[in-house]
């Protein structure tokens, strides 16, 4: 079984930052890319960034490519999304998801496992 749980999520003004957190199992991340995801209210859930199996290798949507950083911390089964200069057009809900391939990398239909999700809202 698979479990993700993602945390993080709050409240923040426009410019501020967030620390989101993705908690899984040593194995699943260990193993394989883990990404994170968003959907804004009415909108399609769209790629945010995502990280290979040994953290050597991230990928980020344009939208948010100088301002997010994504890591990882194998011993601790963790997968962190660092937001800075956060956007009102941020706001959306958060989700941390499993690649396993094969499958385009900023495909949703390419993630096999997702979490529940984390609310951040930027206010402006």
């Known amino acids: 079984q698979v479990q993700l749980v993602e945390s993080g999520g709050r409240l923040v003004q426009a410019g501020g930052s967030l620390r989101l957190s993705c908690a899984t199992s040593?194995?699943?991340?260990?193993?394989?890319?883990m990404g994170w995801f968003r959907q804004a209210p009415g909108k399609e859930r769209e790629f945010v960034a995502a990280?290979?199996?040994?953290?050597?290798?991230?990928h980020y949507a344009d939208s948010v490519k100088g301002r997010f950083t994504i890591s990882k911390d194998n011993t601790m089964s963790t997968v962190d999304l660092k937001m800075n200069s956060l956007k009102p057009e941020d706001t959306a809900i958060y989700y941390c998801?499993?690649?396993?391939?094969?499958?385009?990398?900023?495909?949703?239909?390419?993630?096999?496992?997702w979490g529940q999700g984390t609310q951040v809202t930027v206010s402006s």
């Open positions: 998801a499993v690649h396993r391939g094969p499958g385009a990398i900023l495909s949703v239909t390419s993630y096999d496992y």
């Open positions: 040593r194995r699943t991340i260990s193993s394989y890319r």
């Open positions: 990280i290979s199996w040994n953290g050597g290798l991230t």
